[in-house]
């Protein structure tokens, strides 16, 4: 049941090179944005596998926090991109 | 033997639907399409896997924590959506405030 569960963590992060293509080519900074926010669900999902898997608990405050921080990553970006400023 | 049939079958869809998502951020012509590709699918894709994870754990602390991770993403993908379609949408249009 372990290996399985890296098999899908594995799966997942080939997954993510793809993403990282698109977040590369993107032509506009929609596109590049989607991916970012795309990349920051798998990991999130990555972090909370890897946990499991390791029995180390502590790691699912590290996926909570990565969920937030790729969240307020995003809103940022959306500003900039909206306003052409941040603040 | 119940119980790793269910999660083999919640991870294998969680794979499906993120598989699906990936696929259509590669190639959908528009930024819009792609955010309605990945989306959708991607919230369906990191429910299925987190509630995978919580059968496995059982009723724990952890599988406490990992439901409220998933309620998080559940509230900030769309969310993030929406936003970065505004974004887009007043760029293009010429409606900055």
């Known amino acids: 049941m372990d290996s399985f569960l890296t098999g899908i963590a594995i799966y997942l992060a080939v997954l993510f090179i793809f993403c990282l293509y698109r977040a590369y080519k993107g032509p506009q900074a929609a596109d590049r944005v989607v991916a970012i926010n795309v990349i920051s669900t798998k990991v999130t999902v990555i972090i909370a596998i890897v946990a499991i898997v390791t029995h180390q608990d502590a790691f699912i405050d590290v996926a909570l926090i990565y969920a937030m921080t790729g969240f307020i990553a995003t809103i940022s970006v959306s500003k900039y991109i909206e306003k052409k400023k941040l603040f | ?97």
């Not at chain 2, 059968?55 to 724990?60: A, H, L, P």
């Not at chain 2, 406490?64 to 509230?75: A, D, G, M, N, S």
């Open chain 2, 1 to 97: 033997m119940i119980k790793e049939i269910i999660i083999i079958a919640l991870l294998l869809a969680s794979g499906f639907f993120f598989f699906v998502g990936t696929i259509g951020l590669l190639r959908m012509p528009d930024a819009f399409s792609r955010m309605h590709a990945t989306t959708k699918s991607d919230t369906l894709g990191a429910g299925l896997a987190f509630s995978a994870l919580m059968i496995y754990r059982g009723f724990d602390v952890v599988s406490i924590k990992l439901l409220i991770v998933l309620i998080f993403v559940w509230l900030t993908t769309p969310t993030a959506a929406h936003i970065i379609a505004k974004a887009t949408y007043n760029e293009r249009n010429g409606e900055s405030k």
